[in-house]
């Protein structure tokens, strides 16, 4: 290990585009240092290769007119000049049954060019020098016992599921199944727009449910929009432009368009049947909606994440400094003042679009999209938070102490809407001046959905971060399904709360089991569906 601490890396490859690309990737890891660079005929004897911890070998080597060098030859002078070093190859597909049985036993790892990219980092991150190993051990066995007991008695937050973090699955399950819940609500009273309507709804329940709308509203997507950052600059970073935006296309815009002109013709048939007495067999229906009444139901959302990759994208391709990557990777983790700083920019974001788009009012994208776009600087902001949390660690760093203020204040923000509204004289007549215009009740639905936003988003993440446990078996369930269900709940949702239309039952109670009967029903059919053969990797 170098004296400063840093692992020390020399990349060989033929490829420049591929030597470039491993610096970039390399110098955001924090601790490693790339030494050097260089073509596999070009690299014997340079100073770097004796100055290194560990030397990066491309073996996938440019066809040239003279001799190729034998791969296992180039290993083996490597090995000779620089004895102290270890040495990690990159394969490709076809070479890796070569470079598994004919390289030297001083080969520690190989790695598959374009999948083994995410092993190869925390190889290096991890990395530890042969002595080091050896002292590591020693401490490691004299203190066994010990931490074997220690282990049972602590709870570890940052449990895993494979390379994500096991709580952030089961937080976006849960955002899905609010999701769920909202759009149920919206049937029976709530304010908002849905699919179908339950005709038969009660002024209590509808209250409630509002309040409870407006709540999920304030916090729910733009958690989800933070997430989606989140995982973004790993995404690029693994895969490149190229297959960044090929998995994109696949994984959401192909989707997009089958529910927006295929899939959403379902509830909007049972829908039409149901409420409007349609006569016409769903065949006829669909041809004569088809390019007339597109749908996109709740994939707006992936719409909205393909502009927002689009301009990541442009930010890559306009930034490709190091340094940049590395600052970026440094930044430290928002204290609970700059957090209720960026709730009150919220706020004002908020109520200046209040002032052109009252609440609650769409605005139409390309005549298909419908977007709220008064919670968009929200949206974009978080997005933006979950990129940079992805680079300087946050979801890791972020202390759990805050926790109780964050859940006070959001006990509190839920306790106050509904006395907000009343001493705002909604139950007066002037519930449009919540919605917009120059009126203190406009101001402070921004301020209130600002501060929802933040806190609400803090406290779940917080809490579900020190209580999901390695064998909690739901949320492994759930995790490679959240995505299906999102995408065909609609197509439950409806047909469940269209057959509860004929019971009798107060809308809070069809509410529930609405929703409870849909998110069980939902994530079944997800797991169906994910097993036909090509969907699997869509979904």
């Given at each position: 290990m170098a004296a400063a601490g840093k692992t020390r890396v020399l990349v060989i490859s033929d490829y420049p585009t591929v030597r470039a690309d491993l610096r970039t990737i390399l110098e955001l890891v924090e601790g490693v240092e790339v030494v050097g660079e260089a073509a596999v005929t070009n690299t014997i004897h340079l100073p770097a290769t004796a100055q290194s911890d560990i030397i990066l070998i491309d073996l996938d080597m440019v066809r040239r007119k003279t001799r190729q060098p034998d791969r296992r030859e180039v290993v083996r002078k490597f090995s000779i000049e620089a004895p102290e070093a270890t040495i990690y190859i990159l394969t490709t597909a076809s070479l890796?049954?070569?470079?598994?049985?004919?390289?030297?036993?001083?080969?520690?790892?190989?790695?598959?060019k374009g999948i083994d990219t995410e092993r190869l980092l925390d190889c290096i991150r991890n990395f530890r020098s042969?002595?080091?190993?050896?002292?590591?051990?020693?401490?490691t066995r004299e203190r066994s016992m010990k931490v074997v007991e220690q282990a049972k008695a602590v709870a570890l937050p940052q449990v895993k599921f494979g390379s994500r973090l096991a709580y952030i699955d089961t937080l976006r399950m849960v955002l899905i199944v609010l999701v769920i819940m909202v759009h149920a609500a919206?049937?029976?009273?709530?304010?908002?727009?849905?699919?179908?309507?339950?005709?038969?709804?009660?002024?209590?329940?509808?209250?409630?449910?509002?309040?409870?709308?407006?709540?999920?509203?304030?916090?729910?997507?733009?958690?989800?929009?933070?997430?989606?950052?989140?995982?973004?600059?790993?995404?690029?970073?693994?895969?490149?432009?190229?297959?960044?935006?090929?998995?994109?296309?696949?994984?959401?815009?192909?989707?997009?368009?089958?529910?927006?002109?295929?899939?959403?013709?379902?509830?909007?048939?049972?829908?039409?049947?149901?409420n409007e007495g349609m006569q016409s067999s769903f065949g006829q229906f669909?041809?004569?909606?088809?390019?007339?009444?597109?749908?996109?139901?709740?994939?707006?959302?992936?719409?909205?994440?393909?502009?927002?990759?689009?301009?990541?994208?442009?930010?890559?391709?306009?930034?490709?400094?190091?340094?940049?990557?590395?600052?970026?990777?440094?930044?430290?983790?928002?204290?609970?003042?700059?957090?209720?700083?960026?709730?009150?920019?919220?706020?004002?974001?908020?109520?200046?679009?209040?002032?052109?788009?009252p609440?609650?009012?769409?605005?139409?994208?390309?005549?298909?999209?419908?977007?709220?776009?008064?919670?968009?600087?929200?949206?974009?902001?978080?997005?933006?938070?979950?990129?940079?949390?992805?680079?300087?660690?946050?979801?890791?760093?972020?202390?759990?102490?805050?926790?109780?203020?964050?859940?006070?204040?959001?006990?509190?923000?839920?306790?106050?809407?509904?006395?907000?509204?009343?001493?705002?004289?909604?139950?007066?007549?002037?519930?449009?001046?919540?919605?917009?215009?120059?009126h203190w009740q406009s101001v402070a639905t921004g301020l209130w959905l600002g501060l929802a936003a933040v806190a609400f988003s803090m406290t779940l993440t917080l809490?579900?971060?020190?209580?999901?446990?390695?064998?909690?078996?739901?949320?492994?369930?759930?995790?490679?399904?959240?995505?299906?269900?999102?995408?065909?709940?609609?197509?439950?949702?409806?047909?469940?709360?269209?057959?509860?239309s004929y019971f009798a039952l107060a809308g809070l109670v069809k509410f529930g089991i609405a929703s409870i009967i849909t998110v069980i029903v939902c994530y079944g059919l997800a797991t169906g569906i994910r097993r036909i053969p090509g969907l699997k990797s869509i979904l």
């Open positions: 890796t049954a070569e470079a598994g049985s004919a390289l030297p036993d001083r080969v520690a790892d190989a790695f598959v042969e002595n080091e190993r050896k002292v590591e051990m020693q401490a919206v049937t029976y009273g709530s304010l908002g727009e849905w699919t179908y309507e339950d005709p038969a709804q009660d002024e209590l329940s509808a209250i409630i449910l509002s309040f409870f709308v407006i709540d999920c509203q304030a916090f729910f997507m733009g958690l989800y929009f933070f997430f989606a950052g989140y995982f973004t600059p790993g995404a690029y970073d693994r895969k490149g432009i190229g297959k960044f935006w090929k998995d994109r296309l696949l994984r959401l815009g192909l989707p997009m368009l089958a529910y927006t002109y295929i899939l959403s013709r379902i509830p909007n048939y049972i829908d039409a049947v149901a669909f041809i004569s909606t088809f390019w007339t009444d597109a749908d996109e139901g709740p994939t707006w959302f992936l719409f909205a994440l393909l502009a927002f990759s689009l301009g990541y994208t442009l930010w890559r391709l306009v930034t490709r400094k190091a340094r940049l990557a590395n600052w970026l990777s440094k930044l430290p983790v928002p204290k609970t003042g700059t957090l209720l700083a960026v709730a009150l920019v919220f706020g004002a974001f908020t109520f200046a679009i209040l002032q052109w788009l609440l609650g009012e769409m605005f139409d994208v390309f005549g298909v999209f419908s977007l709220q776009l008064q919670f968009f600087p929200t949206y974009i902001i978080l997005f933006i938070a979950g990129m940079l949390a992805y680079r300087s660690d946050w979801l890791t760093k972020l202390p759990g102490k805050p926790l109780r203020f964050w859940g006070w204040l959001s006990a509190g923000l839920v306790v106050s809407l509904p006395l907000f509204f009343y001493v705002g004289g909604a139950v007066d007549g002037k519930l449009d001046y919540f919605m917009s215009g120059m809490w579900l971060r020190g209580r999901v446990s390695a064998n909690n078996k739901l949320a492994a369930f759930v995790s490679p399904n959240n995505y299906a269900v999102y995408l065909i709940h609609p197509l439950v949702l409806v047909p469940v709360t269209l057959g509860l």
